[in-house]
Structure formats: structure tokens, C-alpha cells
């Protein structure tokens, strides 16, 4: 069963911090690259950062030096820290495999709102 299960959204003030978590099913996590994404209603998802099965990782230049993503391959889930936070950030974050084709299986994604 394929399945994507995101936490650990929530409301934060610019400059605060927060830790996303994605359980994945084994299927998708265990020989796939992992990343994180984002998405604002009207706009195109994008992609926030990336981890291989091997652990090496990528950032969109507008989170560099402010997120982490690392994965727990015991536990197939992903995880995505976020500090210094700024309101740009505000957007529905999503995990999945990358690179994922069109028909892939999404989950909910968890909301991530940053105040000013």
C-alpha cells in the first residue's frame, strides 16, 4: 500500500522553527531519493530539498542555510527542519520520491503559516 502520511505543520512567528516529518511506505521510501516540496494556491509546486538513499542532500537557494532535510531509513521517514523562518515560507509542504511522474500517489500535505 503506497502511502505518504506529512506532520508537524503549524503556525509560527518569522524567525521561529519547525520540524516536518513524512512516513512513507516502504515502497516509496526505500530506493528512492526523498524530498520535500511546497506549495502556494495558485502557483506551482516546487521543490524545497532533496536526500538521497545514501544521504547526500540539495536545497533550493531560497531555503540554503535555513532548512534540513535527513531521512531515518529504519523508520521510512523523512524529515524536514526549518529554521529562521520568514513568511515566504507559508505554503503546504508535501513529501514524496523524486523524481515523481505524473499519477504519483500524494498525501496531504501539512500547512505551514509564518507570521510577520
Known amino acids: 500500500q503506497v502511502q505518504l502520511v506529512e506532520s508537524g505543520g503549524g503556525l509560527v512567528q518569522a524567525g521561529g522553527s519547525l520540524r516536518l516529518s513524512c512516513a512513507a511506505s516502504p515502497a516509496i521510501f526505500t530506493i528512492n531519493a526523498m524530498a520535500w516540496y511546497r506549495q502556494v494556491p495558485g502557483k506551482q509546486r516546487e521543490l524545497v530539498a532533496r536526500?538521497?538513499?545514501?544521504?547526500?542532500?540539495n536545497y533550493a537557494d531560497s531555503v540554503k542555510g535555513r532548512f534540513t532535510i535527513s531521512r531515518d531509513n529504519a523508520k521510512n521517514t523523512v524529515y524536514l527542519q526549518m529554521n529562521s523562518l520568514k513568511p515566504e515560507d507559508t505554503a503546504v509542504y508535501y513529501c514524496?520520491?523524486?523524481?515523481?511522474?505524473?499519477?504519483?500517489?500524494w498525501g496531504q500535505g501539512t500547512q505551514v503559516t509564518v507570521s510577520s
Open positions: 536526500i538521497t538513499s545514501g544521504g547526500f542532500t
Open positions: 514524496n520520491k523524486i523524481p515523481w511522474s505524473a499519477g504519483d500517489y
